[in-house]
């Protein structure tokens, strides 16, 4: 059983900063390669950042390349998403997700578990 669990969202202004994270159950963490997705309303999911397992290898959406980072400690069974220079076409629904394969993916489907999300909105 694996359970996801995201926090660290919340209102922020134009140019300010968040860090969510998302906490993995069990003892098989370093096992998954982390993916973080977005949900705008009326938007499809949209891939923005993802992870391998050693953390040594990390990928991201033009769209959020320079001003976000995705790291993981493994150790603490977490992945987190710094977000700096957020914009207001930053604010959706962040989702962390784990898939049991190896390697980075970016496309909803290929992952196998996902969190509840955690809102993060970003005013003008």
């Known amino acids: 059983q694996v359970q996801l669990v995201e926090s660290g969202g919340g209102l922020v202004q134009a140019g300010g900063s968040l860090r969510p994270s998302c906490a993995v159950s069990g003892r098989t963490f370093d096992n998954y390669n982390m993916g973080w997705f977005r949900q705008a309303p009326g938007k499809q999911r949209e891939f923005v950042a993802a992870?391998?397992?050693?953390?040594?290898?990390?990928y991201y959406a033009d769209s959020v390349k320079g001003r976000f980072t995705i790291s993981r400690d493994n150790a603490k069974a977490t992945v987190y998403l710094q977000m700096n220079s957020l914009k207001p076409e930053d604010t959706a629904v962040y989702y962390c997700?784990?898939?049991?394969?190896?390697?980075?993916?970016?496309?909803?489907?290929?992952?196998?578990?996902w969190g509840q999300g955690t809102q993060v909105t970003v005013s003008s």
């Open positions: 992870i391998n397992r050693s953390g040594a290898s990390t």
């Open positions: 997700a784990a898939r049991t394969g190896w390697g980075i993916r970016v496309k909803s489907d290929e992952y196998d578990y």
